[in-house]
């Protein structure tokens, strides 16, 4: 079993910048890749970012590549989320999840490919 827990949301301005957390306790391993999604209302739950913990490799939504930035510290467990230049359609539940099943290199982007979920922490992005 795996545990995730979100912090760092929060109510900004268009422009502004948040950190997120996701830190992960139980039966973690470095193998894992972990990601973040989000939802906003009325909308399906989108990928944002995604990192292997291994090896570091990343893969990053479309809508949010050049702004937000995904970074591991395996020494605490801890998977961040740098969002840059917010903007108002970034306001949504961010959700952590990890993948405990990650092969190599690969850094997954799909839903169905992540076995443990996090709470959701609120972003709101005002205009």
């Known amino acids: 079993q795996v545990q995730l827990a979100e912090s760092g949301g929060g109510l900004v301005q268009a422009g502004a910048s948040l950190r997120l957390a996701c830190a992960a306790s139980?039966?973690?391993?470095?193998?894992?890749?972990m990601a973040w999604f989000r939802q906003a209302p009325g909308s399906e739950r989108e990928f944002v970012a995604a990192?292997?913990?291994?090896?570091?490799?990343?893969a990053y939504g479309e809508s949010v590549k050049g702004r937000f930035t995904i970074s591991r510290d395996n020494a605490k467990n801890t998977v961040y989320l740098q969002m840059n230049n917010l903007k108002p359609e970034d306001t949504a539940v961010y959700y952590c999840?990890?993948?405990?099943?990650?092969?190599?290199?690969?850094?997954?982007?799909?839903?169905?490919?992540?076995?443990?979920w996090g709470q959701g922490t609120q972003v709101t992005v005002s205009s």
């Open positions: 990192i292997n913990r291994r090896s570091g490799n990343t």
């Open positions: 139980g039966s973690t391993s470095i193998r894992h890749a």
């Open positions: 999840a990890a993948d405990v099943n990650t092969i190599l290199s690969h850094v997954p982007a799909t839903e169905k490919e992540y076995d443990y």
